[in-house]
């Protein structure tokens, strides 16, 4: 199998051939020579004169792609308040996530905290307990870097068997964005740790306060506090004005509205980390502090929600690839069911604890697909299938599935979410 188009028709061939005889793509191939009233005639939008610069003071969507947003699931929680959206990944490309369409999950619903009445406390094993507003932490030295959040419950459904149609809500509890903000360390030094203070309790502002047990050695490696995603202010659902990030492990411990850090000797136990966020394995035992979040791949298209409707011909299979333990080093596809492998393209070199997006030029004829992704990190792990991870987990788990992703293409172009064995 090789990742260029086969079957006597090169991409290249295809497109010049049109482009040379002026014809119209349609399902089932090149249509005759017609011409085109979009091209021959002038349209309304050049017939007069657009918008003016301040339409609209912030930039909004155009009400083409008004379908491109966080969909809920309804059955999965009792009340939206506590509850998680899905991001549209199906229908985005490149790896930077638009904070208007990240995914969420909050435990008490979110909250409006203003920058004014911002505060965070760092107590407990220190040499001097300390308070900062937020513009106390906008003057020390800023750090900026590209991470992934993901849930730990991302795939939870698909343990039994294929369950959601659509990447959006088997992979979608995921997003990729630049946050800048100062790190953990910086502020840590600041109130000093006492020797014996190893862990880091934070809790958020909001009435869960979903308080979580970090290790120091994590703390002071790569977390940060962060005031900016993509550029701008987080939004609320994000933890406006100050959230948590640790780059690489379950989203459940970035906080959001932090407002507390509390150095200790020991794990605080609390509810957000007994009650949930803990891997139930086949003799019903329970496994805790699985905070990273392995190597993981999906197929983003062609997938339930976005079906081939070009026809046959070049097709750009593509997706997303993560790793909670390093970057991505290698994508391979599969449209048999994983029975071959062929090398995916890298759109950039992988980037650690960041999703890379990969690409898969394919020459589809209508013929059914079985369509796989397994991605291989830096420390030269491999996505597992699923009978894999069900033979160490079994069957009770929710949290960290990574397990390979089947779609299974029509003739039709259609796609449905399958297993295979």
């Not at 290249?12 to 002026?22: D, H, V």
Request: aromatic share 8%; net charge negative; proline share 5%.
């Amino acid at each position: 199998m090789t990742n260029e188009p086969t079957n006597g028709t090169t991409r290249r061939g295809f497109l010049a051939a049109s482009a040379a005889t002026g014809t119209a793509f349609v399902a089932g191939g090149a249509a005759a020579q017609i011409p085109d009233p979009l091209i021959t005639e002038v349209q309304e939008w050049a017939s007069g004169l657009g918008l003016g610069v301040d339409d609209a003071p912030y930039g909004m969507p155009i009400r083409f792609e008004g379908d491109v947003v966080r969909r809920n699931v309804e059955w999965l929680t009792a009340d939206v308040i506590s509850s998680i959206n899905f991001t549209p990944i199906h229908a985005l490309d490149g790896t930077i996530t638009p904070q208007g369409c990240a995914f969420e999950r909050h435990h008490s619903g979110a909250i409006e905290l203003a920058k004014e009445d911002y505060r965070l406390m760092i107590n407990g094993l220190v040499e001097t307990p300390l308070i900062f507003t937020y513009e106390d932490l906008e003057r020390f030295p800023r750090v900026t870097r590209t991470c992934f959040l993901e849930c730990a419950a991302n795939s939870g459904m698909e343990w039994a068997g294929a369950q959601l149609n659509g990447s959006q809500f088997t992979h979608g509890m995921i997003h990729n964005m630049e946050y800048t903000g100062v790190t953990l360390r910086t502020l840590l030094d600041e109130a000093g740790i006492k020797p014996e203070g190893n862990w880091l309790y934070v809790e958020g502002a909001d009435a869960s306060s979903n308080g979580r047990s970090i290790p120091m050695e994590k703390a002071l490696d790569d977390c940060m506090i962060a005031f900016k995603a993509n550029g701008e202010a987080l939004r609320m659902e994000h933890g406006y004005p100050v959230r948590l990030v640790v780059p690489g492990w379950e989203g459940n411990l970035w906080v959001k509205w932090l407002r507390r850090m509390e150095v200790t000797d020991a794990p605080v136990e609390s509810r957000e980390e007994t009650s949930k966020y803990t891997d139930t394995m086949e003799n019903g035992t329970s496994r805790k502090w699985t905070w990273v979040m392995d190597a993981k791949s999906v197929i983003t298209a062609p997938s339930p929600q976005m079906p081939i409707k070009h026809g046959h011909g070049p097709l750009v299979i593509t997706g997303l690839a993560w790793s909670g333990r390093g970057a991505v080093t290698g994508v391979d596809v599969s449209v048999d069911g994983g029975k071959t492998w062929a090398k995916a393209r890298l759109a950039a070199p992988g980037q650690e604890m960041a999703l890379t997006r990969f690409y898969f030029d394919y020459n589809w004829q209508g013929e059914e697909m079985l369509l796989q992704s397994r991605v291989t990190d830096s420390t030269g792990y491999v996505q597992p299938t699923k009978a894999q991870l069900r033979e160490v987990r079994g069957l009770n788990s929710v949290y960290h599935n990574n397990a390979i992703q089947t779609w299974w293409v029509k003739t039709n172009g259609e796609a449905e979410n399958v297993e295979v064995s």
